[in-house]
C-alpha cells in the first residue's frame, strides 16, 4: 500500500471494518446537530466563525479514530460533520420566522459549505496528526 493511500484512508487495511468507520461523519453531524438543538451546546451569539463546541467534538472524534489507525480523509469528513451540524442547527432552527425552503437554501449555499470545509481541512488534519503521532508513540512505548 502506498505511503498516499495509507494516510488518506488509514494504516489498518485488515483492522476494524472501515464501513464502521464511515459512520462516524454522519454520526458527529446528528450529535452536534441535536446537542445545539436541546442547548447543551451553545453559539457564542453575534457573529460566529468557528462553532467552538461543534469543532471540539469533531476535534475529539477525529483524535481518536486517527489513534485507531483512521486516515487524514476521514478526519477532514467527521469535523466536517459536527460543523456542519452546528451550521444546520442556526439554518434550520435558528431562524423560525423564514420559510422552510429558505433555511434550507441557507443551509446549502455553497459559500458557506466552502468554508465549513476549510475549516473541517484545518482542524481535521490538525487532530489527525496529534491522533497519529500519539498511536505512534504508544507503539514505540510498548515496544521498548
Not at 467534538?57 to 478526519?75: D, E, F, S
Request: without cysteine; glycine residues 14%; proline residues 5%.
Amino acid at each position: 500500500m502506498s505511503l498516499a493511500r495509507r494516510v488518506l484512508l488509514g494504516s489498518e487495511p485488515d483492522g476494524p471494518p472501515r464501513r464502521h468507520r464511515l459512520l462516524v461523519p454522519p454520526l458527529l453531524f446528528l450529535v452536534s446537530f441535536a446537542a445545539y438543538g436541546v442547548g447543551v451546546f451553545a453559539h457564542a451569539g453575534g457573529v460566529v466563525f468557528l462553532a467552538v463546541d461543534a469543532a471540539a467534538l469533531g476535534l475529539l472524534a477525529t483524535g481518536v479514530i486517527a489513534y485507531r489507525g483512521a486516515g487524514v480523509a476521514l478526519a477532514w469528513a467527521a469535523v466536517y460533520g459536527a460543523l456542519l451540524g452546528s451550521s444546520a442547527d442556526h439554518y434550520l432552527l435558528g431562524l423560525p420566522g423564514r420559510p422552510l425552503g429558505e433555511r434550507v437554501a441557507a443551509l446549502v449555499e455553497l459559500d458557506g459549505l466552502v468554508f465549513v470545509g476549510v475549516e473541517a481541512l484545518a482542524l481535521g488534519t490538525i487532530a489527525w496528526v496529534v491522533g497519529t503521532v500519539g498511536r505512534l508513540a504508544v507503539e514505540r512505548l510498548r515496544a521498548a
